[in-house]
Nanobody, 122 residues
């Protein structure tokens, strides 16, 4: 099992930046960590993710070129650097974990953090 704790959300103006953190504990070997977000009235959507062992990251088209995912193996922490934020990025952001195979659907991730609110004002 793995436990996840997010931090770093907040309020920012459009065009600004935020960095979210997700600290993992437990069994992190062969893990894939993902970032998801959910806006009011919308389904939870995949933002991006990273394979813990290799550091290889994937992104949704909506955030490519603006968001970057990285991880620090020493701190057992994954980061989501969000630049050029838009009001449409406003959502609760979650980190999630699964073992072995990369996948996009949120239902395939059994482990979730508590979420952190990101609000982008226009």
């Amino acid at each position: 099992q793995v436990q996840l704790v997010e931090s770093g959300g907040g309020l920012v103006q459009a065009g600004g930046s935020l960095r979210l953190s997700c600290t993992a504990s437990g069994r992190t070997f062969s893990i894939y960590l993902g970032w998801f977000r959910q806006a009011p009235g919308k389904e939870r959507e995949f933002v991006g993710g990273i394979r813990w062992s290799s550091g290889s990251a994937s992104y949704a088209d909506s955030v490519k070129g603006r968001f970057a995912i990285s991880r620090d193996n020493v701190k057992d922490t994954m980061y989501l650097q969000m630049d050029a934020l838009e009001p449409e990025d406003t959502a609760v952001y979650y980190c999630a974990a699964k073992y072995d195979i990369f996948s996009v659907p949120s239902t395939s991730y059994p482990y979730w953090g508590q979420g952190t609110q990101v609000t982008v004002s226009s």
